[in-house]
């Protein structure tokens, strides 16, 4: 399993090959609350990083998903359709959102999962 | 720093995720809204609500006086009973909801929301009359509540007969052998109680209820729950569907009105309301499953703004979102569209006859109406 990078807010990236998969953190996902709904890209969409690309609505609030790599959309989790609460239940396995072929390299400042947890835990939400 | 129940640690410790709710650190959730906005509806859940506010009025002129300040009928209230009311502004505005539990004939208790108790004290006490005092008890007495259809059944040993209680009665009671206050009152739409038990030993209560029904599927529920189930029930919410600004017929809350009672603050302001009927209506609202809409977004029809969603959030019981949303004019019928901002897009919703759930409570819509 490739090594799991963070975003500031909260996404998360793993790479195989020239294909990344991207959801969002335990932490976010726990800040969240019950996950209802997500209105998300076709394939085919190119995303530049920090790009809003979709929405993430919990049963408090809605919040935007940013990308955090360049690249082109080549699928997203069908699966979150009907049953939105994966990204609560497993938000690194069956709850991730989008597939990525990626543009370039991965950005330098997507962190490590010690970085990212001082980082949430001193920025809160 | 935000005030903390007598219940904090406990909520700590269950894992409960604390948000500042009216000034006060309460748990949003322990688990999951979910699963415990669904025990609620077909178990029972356990919330703390020691956050509100709790005043007990005392003196020979406290019926009077009570009478003189909210819309209902103090008068008609027996001992042993409660009833919910409106306290309005001379305008007709709410100033809060708030429910009065008679133990005495000269001896009242009024509940209040958390973040209106300074407000509340210092209006109760501007018309406060001489003979009559009003003690603020909410750090002496906590308040929690075990609210759905199985509540009654799973109420733990060494606890009262509530059989003979009647919706909205109250009774001097043990809980747990701890010796309190029953209620059978609620903000759920389901059946249950709200108990009032000694600051000193809610925890024993808090723990005995949950013991006793964790096997049958009792929860701790925390906000969000409360919020989901009490939106389904079409409770109104102070500060999201009522405030100073929108009248008690406005709220849909006229059966809280009982002009014919004689004089109270804001009754001639009301009267007029009700003559030339209420410029805005409140109205339920469905919408297709994904399109929440919040507290505040536009509600249009045939492109023109015709008022703003008061409150709205996903219905896990339900399986699609629902909304109140306060509207101009009178034209509105249950299974007409209109369309709601969600996220920047119109969208479409199809007004809904209130309640949106009818739970195992008496009457959903409706407590107190007496």
Sequence with gaps: MAERRYSKTHEWVTVDGKTATVGISDFAQAQLGDVVFLDLPKPGRKLGKGEAFGVIESVKAASDLYAPVDGTVSAVNEKLTANPELVNSDPYGEGWILKVDLKGDLPADLMDEGAYKESAEAGGH | ?370
């Design chain 2, 1 to 370: 720093m935000a005030n903390r129940t007598p219940l904090y640690d406990r909520h700590i410790a269950l894992g409960a995720r604390m948000v500042d709710f009216g000034g006060w650190d309460m748990p949003q959730q322990y688990t999951s809204i979910k699963d415990e906005h669904l025990a609620v509806r077909k178990a029972a859940g356990l919330f703390d609500v020691s956050h509100m506010g709790r005043l007990n009025v005392v003196g020979e002129a406290a019926s009077d006086f009570l009478n003189h300040v909210v819309t209902n009928d103090v008068a008609q209230l027996q001992p042993g009973h409660a009833q919910y009311n409106l306290m309005c502004n001379e305008a007709g505005g709410i100033i809060d909801d708030l429910v009065i539990y008679k133990s005495a004939d000269t001896d009242f208790i009024v509940v209040v929301n958390a973040s209106n108790r300074e407000k509340d004290v210092a209006w109760l006490r501007k018309h406060l009359p001489r003979g009559v005092t009003m003690d603020d008890k909410t750090l002496d007495v906590s308040l929690i509540a075990f609210q759905g259809p199985r509540a009654e059944e799973l109420l733990p040993s060494k606890t009262s007969d509530t059989r003979h209680l009647a919706y909205f009665g109250f009774t001097k009671g043990a809980i747990a052998g701890v010796d309190g206050f029953i209620s059978r009152t609620g903000y759920t739409g389901e059946d249950g109680f709200e108990l009032f038990v000694p600051s000193a030993h809610v925890g024993d209560v808090w723990d005995a209820i949950l013991d006793h029904g964790r096997a049958q599927g009792v929860l701790p529920a925390g906000l969000g729950a409360r919020d989901a189930a009490r939106l389904e029930a079409a409770l109104r919410l102070w500060g999201n569907d009522m405030d100073e600004s929108i009248n008690a017929y406005e709220a849909g809350l006229g059966w809280t009105v009982k002009l014919e009672k004689g004089d109270f603050i804001g009754r001639e302001a009301l009267a007029k309301v009700k003559e030339t009927g209420p410029g805005r209506r409140m109205v339920g609202l469905s919408l297709q499953p994904g399109s929440i809409t919040r507290h505040g977004s536009a509600v249009l029809r045939d492109g023109a703004k015709i008022g703003t969603v008061t409150s709205g959030t996903h219905s896990f019981f339900l399986g699609h979102p629902i909304a109140l949303a306060l509207v101009e004019g009178p034209s509105l019928r249950a299974g007409d569209t209109v369309s709601v901002d969600v996220r920047g897009r119109e969208t479409p919703a199809e007004v809904t006859k209130l309640p949106f759930y009818r739970g195992s409570a008496h009457s959903a819509t409706a407590p107190a109406r007496n």
